[in-house]
């Protein structure tokens, strides 16, 4: 299993970034896909999750600012985030929900 993120960068407040990860290693169309982030100096937190039918959720934090999309041909899961602000400023990780691994993650600043 293996996941590659990328998109990341020094952002302004109220800026918009959009992330990428391009997953293998698993049978994709059927995976649940997540994002997390873990902003400095803290423990990782979940951000969204995408089911196969497309069914999404989000946490309290980043909802109706980030949205979560995925293309199955490409084996590839998006985060979409508008509005940033000081506190979106962590390492963004993609996963399957079933598995333990990690990528390297990219890293969004969000600062003026």
């Known amino acids: 299993v293996q996941y590659v993120e990328s998109g990341g960068g020094l952002v302004q407040p109220g800026g918009s970034l959009r992330l990428s990860c391009a997953a293998s290693?698993?049978?994709?169309?059927?995976?649940?896909m997540t994002w997390h982030r873990q902003p400095p100096g803290k423990a990782r937190e979940w951000v969204a999750t995408m089911f196969p039918a497309g069914r999404t959720f989000y946490s309290d934090s980043v909802k109706g600012r980030f949205t979560i999309e995925r293309d199955d041909d490409q084996h590839t899961v998006f985060l979409q985030m508008d509005n940033l602000v000081p506190d979106d400023t962590a390492v963004y990780y993609c996963?399957?929900?079933?598995?333990?691994?990690w990528g390297q993650g990219t890293q969004v600043t969000v600062a003026s």
């Open positions: 290693g698993f049978p994709f169309t059927s995976a649940i």
């Open positions: 996963q399957e929900a079933n598995t333990p691994t």
